[in-house]
């Protein structure tokens, strides 16, 4: 047995039809199948023992299939794909590969009085490798030619092969290659992202062969031209699937890798480095100190760090409310650095002094005060906490004051959070800000009095907001003010008879309603069951196979309570009506069809 032949037999034993549902789940499988059936499966082929084609899907995707230690393994460049789970596009690839191995050893159906013939198999790609080695290197070249005449990509990667192998390699061709491929003029929207994409891919490889081949110095100074063009053009690139995005990650790994071989002067590489990194919106160049610390040595390490320095020191100090246009840019870039060396030294003031030059929003307070809590700093922290609060004392910042709740609690002065976190509360009352409350205030055993309080506060509010929406005369701001808040707290606490009762009283949100209702069901089916019903028709109301879906498995629940209370003909009514009022929403009719009602 032929060693071709072998591989095929392994292939056949592991890619097959349940192999793929497993792997896939039903859902992929079942999108797979769809594509497959579609004809969206080309250029199948298998080469040493790998499966390969082309999916056409929102675009072209690649596919690669084969068998790994008697297992099942694919991979394909979907987003999907890429994170390593099995996709549509793998398993329609793994369909087509059986039906063509199917096809070539299937017998033609043979009619009364014909006479059989052989069956004709597939070309593979080994049938064309065996012709192509019977060709004379004329003939060869005229193939290729021919194919170059056609194809601007593929006379491109001879134009680069070329430049690459001569004797001198010619950077001055490959500048020209690399710059047609990379530097378009005009918008590239997502549909031509990923043929873009590949032709940068393309000139990544060529330049890791150049790299392999010994051309260190050639293959760092054409990586760094092929990302500045890049840089420059990502502006007008809709790279939404991330393509690029990967592309460009082998370009930054093939400088790293280029440095390294080519062994720049630190020095040189530090100034080079440290200007990308402060100039790109990027983030290309991030972390540049800490990736190329190896290359860049004792002497590139401190001519980077000094740059750094420098530059961050004539860096204006921001005060509270002064905005900086830079602020996410070069700003940023520098401050991270320079705190980072604090970190690496050690040096605690030198972080804290690093922080404090930016006090433009109370954030920054935060992030100094939560640094100090981690040099367990207590003291110091409650201090730029207090700070904080005090200089944005017209917007108070919640986490600052939560923060210092926290703070005054390890201070044993339970009562000042209280008071905080009751600041918070009436600033925004919501379930999370109340049971911070409570929680503090339980710290200080005043918990029952601070929770009539806080109840008191919601119900007051809900009277004013009220009084509000009726001088408004407005029907949709009125429909605004509803009780969902005691309800949800009082879920929250475990009293089911007093949610309820709120959200009798005072209605509340549909996604109450239903906890509710799933609370209920168990002692009380019959306030659950109308609860059901009107959210059932608001599912269906959504018009989509998703809604419906949702609504009938819903409607199934109300079956399953009817009749637990023996209400099997009110069921049925129920049903009746259902599919009278939404005759005409086939998808949903056909949902309900399915069931065995």
Known sequence: MTREKQTSDRLRRVVTRKALQVLAGGRYFDRG???????????????????????????????????????????????????????????ATGLAWIDSQARQTRLPDLEKGTKAHSPQPDITSSDIEEW?????????????????????????????????????????????????????????????????????????????????????????????????????QLEQIDDSDGSLGMVIEDLMALHLDACRAAKPDPKSLA???????????????????????????????????????????QLPHLK????????????????????????????????????????????????????????????????????????????????????????????????KAVTLLWENFVDRSILTTYQDLLKYAEKANQKSPWREKALKWIRDDLARRRKEAKRSQSRWSWGLVDHSLLVEIFLWEEKLADAWKEAQTGGCSD???????????????????PIYQRLVEQEIQKKNNQSYQEAVDMIGHIRKLLFKMGKENEFRQYLAEIKKQHKRKRNFIGYLARKEW
């Open 33 to 91: 199948e769809v594509y497959f059936l579609e004809g969206r499966v080309r250029s199948l082929q298998e080469r040493k023992g790998v499966v390969q084609a082309t999916v056409n899907g929102t675009r072209p995707y690649k596919v690669r299939i084969w068998a790994e230690k008697g297992e099942l393994v694919g991979t394909c460049d979907c987003p999907l794909g890429r994170g390593g789970s099995f996709c549509k596009h793998i398993v």
């Open 132 to 232: 192509l080695q019977q060709k004379s290197s004329k003939d060869l070249v005229a193939i290729i030619m021919d194919h170059a005449d056609e194809n601007a990509e593929f006379y491109d990667s001879l134009k680069m092969r070329v430049a690459t192998g001569a004797e001198t390699v010619n950077t001055v061709a490959l500048r020209a290659v690399i710059r047609d491929t990379i530097d378009i003029d005009g918008f590239i929207p997502y549909s031509e992202t990923y043929t873009y994409s590949r032709g940068v891919d393309r000139i990544a490889r060529q330049l890791r062969e150049l790299l392999n081949s010994g051309e260190q110095t050639p293959a760092l100074t054409l990586t760094e031209y092929a990302i500045e063009l890049v840089e420059k």
């Open 271 to 313: 100034e080079k480095l440290f200007d990308n990194e402060i100039n790109d919106p990027w983030g290309f160049w991030n972390d540049s100190y800490e990736r190329y610390a190896a290359i860049l040595k004792k002497e590139g390490k401190k001519a980077f760090r000094q740059l750094a320095e420098e530059a961050w020191e």
């Open 320 to 415: 509270p409310g002064e905005k900086d246009p830079d602020s996410y840019g070069r700003r940023w870039t520098l401050t991270k650095m320079v705190k980072g060396f604090a970190e690496k030294d050690g040096d605690f003031e030198r972080v804290v002094e690093v922080m404090s030059s930016d006090l433009s929003d109370s954030h920054d307070f935060l992030a100094i005060a939560e640094r100090c809590r981690e040099a367990k700093k207590y003291a110091l922290a409650r201090e730029w906490a207090e700070k904080g609060l005090e200089a944005f004392s017209d917007q108070p910042d919640s986490r600052l004051r939560k923060f210092l709740a926290e703070e005054y609690v390890r201070a044993k002065r339970q009562d």
């Open 511 to 529: 996604s109450l309603w239903l906890r509710l209702a799933k609370e209920r069901e168990a002692e009380y089916p019959a306030d659950a069951v």
